[in-house]
C-alpha cells in the first residue's frame, strides 16, 4: 500500500493528542518547507522547555541554520550556548561507511546522562534518515535500532526522537519498516498515534 494511502486512513481513525505524550515520532515529508517547518517547531518547543535538543542532518551547520532562522526559529544563540548541537547525518550514522545501531543507542544514553548532569529538562533529537535510501543494506539494522529506541523511551521518558524520512519513489518497503518501529507520527502537523506499530520483544 502506497504511503499517502496508509497516512491518510491513519489520519481518519486515530485520534490526536500532545505530542509530549510521545517519544518516538515518525515523521515522512515530501518538501523542504514542510521539514523545515516541523524541525522549527520542534526544536522550539524543546529549547522552551530547556532541553538538549540534538539535530542529525544532511546540510551543513551554517546552511541549516540559515534554514530554520528562514521557517522562523532563531538557532544561533542555542548553538552557541551548546544548546543545540548540531551533526552531519553521514557522519553521525555511518562511521567508517557502516550503520551499527548498539554505537547509536549507546550515543542517545550519553546524552541523556549528560543532559541530566547538566541540569536539562530532557532530551529531543531529530534524525534525517535520507542515508537509508542510498544504504538498503542497513534496513533490518535500522529497524532493530528503532525498536531499542522504543525501550529506551519506556525508561527514559525525558527523551524524545524525532526521525525524518522522505518520500522518494521505489522505496516503500523503507517507509513501511519506520511505520512499524514508531508509536506515533506526524500529519500535517498534527501528533497522531501510529496502528502499525508493531512493538517487539525488544520495545516491550
Known sequence: MLFAAKIIGMAKHTSTTDPEAFGHILFVYESKQKRL???????????????????????????????????????????KNNDLRIFEMNEAYLPNGKFVGNYMLTNVVNYIVDAKARGYNGVRTAGEMAWLFDHPEFLEAASKYEQNVNKLNKVSPEFTGLCMYPVREGTSDIIDKALETHPSFIHDGTMETNPFNKPSPLSA
Open 37 to 79: 517547518k516541523v524541525l522549527a517547531d520542534y526544536f522550539d518547543q524543546g529549547l522552551r522547555n530547556e532541553e538538549l535538543c540534538i539535530l542529525v542532518t544532511p546540510e551543513s551547520s551554517e546552511e541549516i541554520i540559515q534554514d530554520l532562522l528562514s521557517a522562523g526559529l532563531d538557532v544561533r544563540e542555542a548553538v
